[in-house]
T-cell receptor, first 109, second 116 residues
Framework: AQRVTQPEKLLSVFKGAPVELKCNYS??????LFWYVQYSRQRLQLLLR??SRESIKGFTADLNKGETSFHLKKPFAQEEDSAMYYC???????????FGKGTRLSVIA | GAVVSQHPSRVICKSGTSVKIECRSL??????MFWYRQFPKKSLMLMAT?????????EQGVEKDKFLINHASLTLSTLTVTSAHPEDSSFYIC????????????FGPGTRLTVL
């Protein structure tokens, strides 16, 4: 079975501090991993996906198959990063995403 | 990015009535759309996969006769909550898959359903 675990419901950091949002997954095959972000009163939007290896808004995430993790990182948090972040897994293309429960990031000025 | 719309954004109805929610992909065609339900402070729960021109595939525990899904065109899927009850009150979110250039899911803004 596919499962995504985000252990932190809430993460508060000061502006300028590093951020790491944890995500672990359970899947026997080779999944595709994603991070989605939901800003206040806005829809879910894709932040990044592991196959593209891009850095979006200063965020990066590396897929660690040994640890089955896909933690989201940013070296210097900004106030505008405050949002709900969801880690998600897809077994293959065109299949529904399995979401973690989300982590609310609060960046304090 | 591509745009997915939902209508209505918010609906209040009486218990026992039916409510239809529309999900549209505005600038791409989507053979596959998904319907999710989100409870307060919870993650998204997949309800069903909507396939254009064929029957929807429902997740375990989701009543197909209660949550009717119709994907009549490549840009429109509808979710009808039949004989709504207060426990159906929730936030319903759809997503649509765009296949080109890379496959990606785009989410609608969600519909807040309140059943009195």
């Amino acid at each position: 079975a596919q499962r995504v675990t985000q252990p932190e419901k809430l993460l508060s950091v000061f502006k300028g501090a590093p951020v790491e949002l944890k995500c672990n997954y359970s899947y026997s095959g080779s999944p595709e991993l994603f991070w989605y972000v939901q800003y206040s009163r806005q829809r879910l939007q894709l932040l990044l996906r592991h196959i593209s290896r891009e850095s979006i808004k200063g965020f990066t995430a590396d897929l660690n198959k040994g640890e089955t993790s896909f933690h989201l990182k940013k070296p210097f948090a900004q106030e505008e990063d405050s949002a709900m972040y969801y880690c998600a897994l897809s077994a293959q293309e065109n299949t529904p995403l399995v979401f973690g429960k989300g982590t609310r990031l609060s960046v304090i000025a | 990015g591509a745009v997915v719309s939902q209508h209505p954004s918010r609906v209040i109805c009486k218990s026992g009535t039916s409510v239809k929610i529309e999900c549209r992909s505005l600038d791409f065609q989507a053979t596959t759309m998904f319907w999710y339900r989100q409870f307060p402070k919870k993650s998204l729960m997949l309800m069903a996969t909507s396939n254009e021109g064929s029957k929807a595939t429902y997740e375990q525990g989701v009543e197909k006769d209660k949550f009717l899904i119709n994907h009549a065109s490549l840009t429109l899927s509808t979710l009808t909550v039949t004989s709504a009850h207060p426990e159906d009150s929730s936030f319903y979110i759809c997503s649509a898959i765009r296949d080109f250039p890379d496959w990606e899911q785009f989410f609608g803004p969600g519909t807040r359903l309140t059943v009195l």
